[in-house]
């Protein structure tokens, strides 16, 4: 779920944004260094990118000839969220439709849970539709749902991930009601 990475990127700092004095200069790689890393959202690696813990090394500067702009290669870590088949995680209900719920779990809010994988639930309509077993245990909007991951996949356009899950399994089900 979660993942510390260690990264090496280059950091661009555009010609007009220099200046002589070291730590104004840190401060400006820093702060585009965070605007590219939240800029990126995710990779098929990495997953989605969440937080630079540590700055590493930053690297000296190289002037680009055209432009005058200054590449410094910077080393950091940081903290990634990613989605694995196998792996059981709580999320949040989002929407409920006929035919199964879609679910939020961190960053990632494309997570489908089809009625065929929610054994002895059924859809009950309604203003707030909900899915309702025998023992009345409910699936509504902003329940926590334990569950397990079937697959996941990244869609390289959106830069997010989305996956299918099931509640076959011990313990997998809802958890609290409202959780928001």
Same mark, same amino acid.
């Given at each position: 779920?979660?993942?510390?990475?260690?990264?090496?990127?280059?950091?661009?700092?555009?010609?007009?944004?220099l200046?002589?004095e070291?730590?104004?200069? *840190?401060?400006?790689?820093?702060?585009?260094?965070?605007?590219? $890393?939240?800029?990126?959202?995710?990779?098929?690696?990495?997953g989605?990118?969440?937080?630079?813990?540590?700055?590493?090394?930053?690297?000296?500067?190289?002037?680009?000839?055209?432009?005058?702009?200054?590449?410094?290669?910077?080393? $950091?870590?940081?903290?990634? $969220?990613?989605? $694995?088949?196998?792996?059981?995680?709580?999320?949040?209900?989002?929407?409920?439709?006929?035919?199964?719920?879609?679910?939020?779990?961190?960053?990632?809010?494309?997570?489908?849970?089809?009625? *065929?994988?929610?054994?002895?639930?059924?859809?009950?309509?309604?203003?707030?539709?909900?899915?309702?077993?025998?023992?009345?245990?409910?699936?509504?909007?902003?329940?926590?749902?334990?569950?397990?991951?079937?697959?996941?996949?990244?869609?390289?356009?959106?830069?997010?991930?989305?996956?299918?899950?099931?509640?076959?399994?011990?313990?997998?089900?809802?958890?609290?009601?409202?959780?928001?």
């Open positions: 779920m979660y993942l510390k990475s260690q990264l090496s990127w280059n950091v661009i700092i555009p010609a007009e944004n200046d002589v070291g730590l104004m200069l *840190q401060k400006a790689i820093v702060i585009r260094l965070m605007e590219d $890393f939240a800029s990126k959202k995710a990779s098929k690696n990495l989605y990118f969440m937080a630079i813990t540590t700055l590493e090394r930053i690297g000296e500067g190289k002037v680009r000839e055209h432009t005058g702009d200054v590449r410094f290669p910077v080393e $950091f870590s940081c903290v990634t $969220f990613k989605i $694995f088949r196998g792996e059981i995680l709580e999320g949040v209900v989002d929407k409920i439709l006929k035919h199964g719920v879609f679910l939020r779990c961190g960053p990632t809010d494309k997570i489908y849970l089809s009625h *065929q994988k929610m054994a002895d639930y059924k859809y009950v309509p309604g203003e707030n539709p909900i899915f309702m077993n025998e023992k009345m245990s409910r699936i509504e909007k902003d329940t926590v749902v334990r569950f397990i991951v079937v697959g996941a996949r990244y869609v390289e356009a959106e830069k997010e991930f989305q996956a299918v899950v099931s509640l076959e399994g011990d313990y997998l089900g809802p958890i609290s009601q409202n959780a928001v």
